[in-house]
């Protein structure tokens, strides 16, 4: 989760609408106030005032920062958020952006908005550096689909162009360096570009936002330049832009930024970006943008997820004064969030903010109607039981993620367009590395197996865990069984070594089996075996095909057995 330094002054001064209204607080009553944002304070220096909080909500990026705290606390104590001005302009804005032809091939979108007025404090520099970091790093996935650039204003001549080029075309100096510097030398020797040069490197072209008198303002999402985005103390012109992948978390992230410098006195103006494609809010676009819609939510679902007949005012009530656009109707609320939130996406968040705005200690509570006496389940007795004696046969236990990538799961193990390579994959995966849900255990010993060429031979690992199986007669269209692989690895290792460690196994179990021969493409023909309970098969063992082990970059044999306990149970 999310930890963040603020400044106790700073938040105090942001809280009561400026320096002049200034209230010193008590540190249990900010405590307290920190439920409001489910944060815990985590630190104190009395000295400097300096506050380390974290925050128990990843899905709340507008928390990340000292006015994002001091914006909820400051709307509940006022009763209702008080509207932006900047949302309600309807003359065409004085400074453009234009989208060049190709940057939907790379990194398609941006978002920006001026600020003009607020003097730039030191506590409001850390800030924003912190908003920056946190959520480029955090929300926007390591730059990957959000990066911030902050900028004088008064150094730039609009419009502004957003485009290709090619890596050593364009330069300039480089926050962080004072040497001019190609692009493609930014990627190789600035530390931003070795950090982050993957996002755009490879294409041949790479994003580049210049102004119109040419002068380069950044190389998106990598670096800004010194003379134009070195922002410092006293500043009182601010530029914001945010590019990215995803339009929707591009604006978002930019109305945080104009939320967050109108909190602290500036005026935001908008800026209109142009784009030569369509996008989903047309192609112009004018930034900031509420991206909020309304959303019915029923009084009694409110009333029975948190258990207390609390009423339509009540809800209203405790939802405006938490931020909301609230239109009470019959039986109902119709709710919209404010334009710095797009983290409602179900009743039950609605459910959490009535909660958190009422106060958890205004709930009555409930004492348990029945007692029941816990225990574990059978597989899991088993499971147990099958670990105490995989570690009593001399093996040693690990334990993996159960997402993974295809290559590992299938590819590596030869089972690409076969049976035994089906898995159940992830929508809208955010890394080709966790894209899918192993199907069995032995990759992920394998995985270990590969990292441990220099311990000691011979090794002996196993791990009880769950696997995701493809299956249509479940109605989810998969089942979660849990599975018992181990894998010995030296020299000499043959088939009978892991036969005699299963037939063990087995024995101790209470289970007679027996083995079928099995063609499978991840072990050595005629030294495989289907193991079968019952005449029903659950599990496989054998030798490990050299092309396996070649793959993996395994030098030594490698013997296995992959039994599924869940059906071994069943």
Known sequence: MPTITIYKDDF????????????MMPIEELETLLMLVKGELKGYTPETGELRI????????????????????????????????????????????????????????VAACAARGYRVT???????IQAQEKLAEIFGHKRKTVS??????????????????KPDEARFTPLGMETVMTLAEMLMVHPKGLEYGAIVSGAGWVPLLRDAAGQPL???????????????????????????????????????????????????????????????LGKRVK?????????????????????????????????????????????????????????????????????????????????????????????????????????????????????????SYSGRMRLDETEWGCMVEVDNVMSLSFSCLRQWILPSLLRVEAASSRAFYPHRLFEAGDVAIPDATHELGSRTD??????????????????????????YLGKEYSLETVQHPSFLEGRAGQIVVAGRPVGVIGELHPEVLERWQIAMPVVAFDVNLSQLLS
């Open 12 to 23: 105090e001064s942001l809280l009561s609408g400026g320096p002049s209204e200034h209230r």
């Open 54 to 109: 974290e925050l128990q909500d990843s899905n709340r990026p507008d928390l990340w920062c000292c006015e994002g705290i001091a914006r909820q606390v400051r709307i509940k104590q006022q009763g209702q958020l008080s509207p932006y001005p900047f949302l309600s302009g309807k003359s065409k804005s004085r400074m453009q952006i234009t989208v060049k032809p190709g940057m939907e091939q790379v990194r398609p979108y």
């Open 122 to 128: 030191t506590e409001g520099l850390a800030q924003l």
């Open 148 to 165: 911030i650039g902050i900028y004088q204003l008064s150094k730039i001549k609009f419009p502004v162009t957003y485009e290709l080029v």
């Open 218 to 280: 950044s190389f998106p999402p990598i670096i800004n330049s010194r003379e134009v985005g070195e922002v410092q103390v006293g500043d009182d012109q601010l530029f914001v832009e945010v590019t990215g992948t995803d339009l929707s978390m591009v604006v978002l992230t930019l109305n945080i930024f104009a939320s967050n410098l109108a909190d602290r006195g500036a005026i935001i103006e908008p800026v209109e970006v142009q784009y030569p494609m369509d996008t989903s």
């Open 287 to 407: 930034t900031p943008l509420d991206l909020g819609k309304s959303k019915a939510i029923r009084i009694d679902t409110i009333e029975q997820a948190l258990g207390q007949e609390l009423g339509a005012k009540t809800v209203a009530s405790a939802l405006e004064t938490y931020g909301y656009d609230v239109r009470p109707g019959k039986g109902s609320v119709k709710v919209k969030l404010p334009l710095y939130r797009q983290d409602l996406m179900h009743t039950m968040d609605v459910v959490e903010d009535v909660a958190m705005s009422l106060g958890y200690a205004e709930f009555t509570p409930v004492m348990p109607a029945q007692f029941t006496v816990g225990g574990l389940s059978d597989i899991e007795q088993t499971s147990d039981r099958a670990r105490e004696l995989m570690v009593g046969l001399g093996f040693q236990e690990i334990i993996s993620n159960i997402l993974g990538s295809p290559e």
């Open 482 to 507: 849990t599975v018992l692989g181990a894998m010995i690895a030296h020299a000499g290792a043959h088939f009978s070594e892991i036969h005699s460690c299963l037939d063990v196994l087995f024995y």
